[in-house]
């Protein structure tokens, strides 16, 4: 007996530790613009037990436990272990490896987008694998997650205004979006003209901005959430087909080689420039490469042999099974 209670002790351990993992996993991808941790949770398989763990936070035995201050009782309701272990991965990935992907955003952009693309391009067979029976009616709403997703991260930017209602709204919005596979919640903040507006007040230690896109995003994240959730417990197969377009039609961000079309500016008007002095794009659009120039020959052969092998990482995770939660 004592033995069993040991082996069964150290395996909990081992799937904190995984879990902190696969929240790293997540965390990285999140840092990157037009990737989302959505599509790495749900190769990893912690997707649906983390929509239903935030689906818990509007339960009404969580929220009668919290209202009479029974907060034992709340978290024995609340899967708070595993929480932890994921929100601890995505914050030590934004600690240790956000440094290191926006050095490779601005030296290597187009090896980093393809490895990225090679394992998106991977998931959405990984994903639509997990469809029990593909129909006329599965093909159509794959078709529509992949068209819709393909027209979002091709919109332009709009020119929004800062009050508090819209900047809870682009909160709520941006990690709807985060959330969701194939769609970043960056960019969704790109989109509704917000993210240079949110990155100035990090800079600037504007508390009451962020304070009110917080709270956005927190609304935005158990409704969406719970509503997901529901998806998954009532149109299952429909929803996985739904998610897998979405992560197809998402690959049009991803692609490696692009053109500045527009370049964004701060409030003042200036340039937004990165760490060479390189003005950044807001919008682009994507092109051929031009192998007559020098070295692209290279870049294309090194681009290409990142997505295979970004392709194939994903294709041994799912085979390790590491997506079983």
Request: neutral net charge; proline residues 4%.
């Amino acid at each position: 007996m004592e033995r069993t209670t040991t082996t069964v002790h150290e395996q909990s351990w081992i799937t904190h530790l995984v879990n902190v993992l696969r929240g790293m996993a997540m965390g990285s991808a999140d840092i990157v613009p037009g990737v989302s941790g959505g599509t790495i949770a749900l190769l990893l398989g912690v997707y649906e037990p983390l929509l239903g763990s935030l689906r818990t936070l509007t339960e009404p035995a969580f929220l009668q436990a919290v209202a009479r201050r029974r907060f034992r009782e709340a978290f024995e309701i609340l899967p708070w272990r595993f929480l932890i272990a994921l929100g601890s991965g995505i914050l030590l990935a934004a600690l240790t490896l956000a440094r290191l992907l926006s050095w490779l955003l601005v030296n290597q952009p187009e090896l980093l987008w393809s490895f990225f693309a090679g394992l998106v391009l991977a998931s959405v067979f990984v994903v639509a694998g997990r469809v029990s029976g593909w129909s006329a009616s599965r093909f159509f709403q794959f078709t529509v997650g992949a068209v819709g997703a393909f027209v979002v991260v091709g919109l332009v930017p709009a020119q929004t205004p800062n009050d508090p209602l819209f900047l809870f709204l682009s909160g709520a919005l941006a990690i709807c979006a985060m959330i969701l596979p194939g769609i970043s919640g960056a960019f969704i903040l790109v989109l509704l003209g917000k993210y240079q507006h949110v990155l100035d007040a990090v800079s600037n230690g504007d508390v009451l901005t962020l304070a009110i896109v917080a709270v956005g995003a927190g609304a935005g994240l158990v409704t969406v959430a719970r509503f997901l959730s529901w998806l998954f417990g009532r149109y299952h197969d429909a929803t996985l087909a739904f998610l897998a377009g979405l992560m197809l039609g998402s690959l049009r961000k991803l692609w490696p080689w692009k053109r500045g079309v527009t370049w964004m500016r701060d409030s003042n008007g200036d340039f937004v420039v990165d760490a060479h002095g390189n003005p950044v794009a807001l919008v682009e659009a994507n092109v051929i490469p031009d192998l007559a120039v020098p070295g692209m020959v290279e870049e294309v052969v090194a681009a290409a042999t990142l997505a295979v092998v970004g392709f194939l990482l994903v294709l041994a995770i799912n085979r390790l099974g590491l997506r079983s939660a």
